[in-house]
């Protein structure tokens, strides 16, 4: 059975430009998480969804991000216009339940901003 | 409000054990997990532990809990180079259902 999966794998970007990250959930999981880790410090959230619903976003820093589920599969996260402070590391998980069920988490997007 | 803080970096000769240590702010955490990240992957799950309970093994890991301390603890026994990665904690408690909070990660450095 395929992981989480998420692309691109590296992105570099110059400031004021637009990224778009996708995740590719794990099938048959409704829920799906955005977290991203900065600069070496902790992982922390930004938002999950229920199918193509947003369950929780308090995570999410401002309205630069957007992030969406159409169609309850895969999601995308994009970052518009990106700042230097968004640099860092963007995590994706799946769970087939919610609460404490585990997390799968995919391998990150690393996001360079210029 | 959470927060979950981790030493930064330890370093081990392989065949010693490693102790990774965490400490929690919330104490209605329900879960408590330890995640390994190796370089180039994503986050894995390598135990966890219910917050009525002191200790759990689980081949060569041990995790201890003290909830006074709202200290966590994971002993990984026989350390062999495999097990140079980052380790997490992270916690999930009941205001907040799904959502993860991760400590800084503590990188493990296994020598020979």
């Known amino acids: 059975e395929a992981g989480v999966t998420q692309f691109p794998s590296h992105s570099v970007i110059e400031k004021g430009q637009t990224v778009t990250l996708r995740c590719d959930p794990i099938?048959?999981?409704?829920?799906l998480y955005w977290y991203r880790r900065v600069m070496g410090k902790e992982i922390k959230f930004l938002l999950h969804?229920?199918?193509?619903?947003?369950?929780?976003e308090s995570g999410m820093p401002n309205n630069r991000f957007l992030a969406e589920r159409t169609g309850g599969t895969y999601s995308t996260l994009k970052v518009q216009p990106a700042e230097l402070e968004d640099s860092g590391v963007y995590f994706c998980?799946?769970?087939?339940?919610?609460?404490?069920?585990?997390?799968?988490f995919g391998p990150g997007t690393r996001l360079t901003v210029l | 409000g959470e927060d979950v803080e981790q030493s930064l970096f330890l370093s081990v000769r392989e065949g010693d054990s490693s102790v990774i240590n965490c400490t929690y702010t919330?104490?209605?955490?329900?879960?408590l997990y330890w995640y390994k990240q190796e370089p180039g992957a994503g986050l894995q799950l390598l135990t966890y532990?219910?917050?009525?309970?002191d200790m759990k093994q689980d081949q060569r890991l041990t995790v201890l809990l003290n909830k006074k301390d709202k200290h966590l603890s994971l002993r990984i026994a026989d350390t062999q180079t495999g097990d140079s990665a980052i380790y997490f904690c992270?916690?999930?408690?009941?205001?907040?259902?799904?959502?993860?909070?991760f400590g800084t990660g503590t990188r493990l450095q296994v020598t020979l």
């Open positions: 998980a799946s769970s087939q339940y919610g609460g404490a069920n585990e997390q799968f």
């Open positions: 099938s048959g999981h409704d829920n």
């Open positions: 969804f229920v199918k193509e619903s947003k369950q929780d």
């Open positions: 919330d104490s209605s955490s329900t879960y």
């Open positions: 532990i219910f917050s009525n309970m």
């Open positions: 992270a916690e999930i408690y009941t205001g907040t259902a799904s959502k993860l909070t």
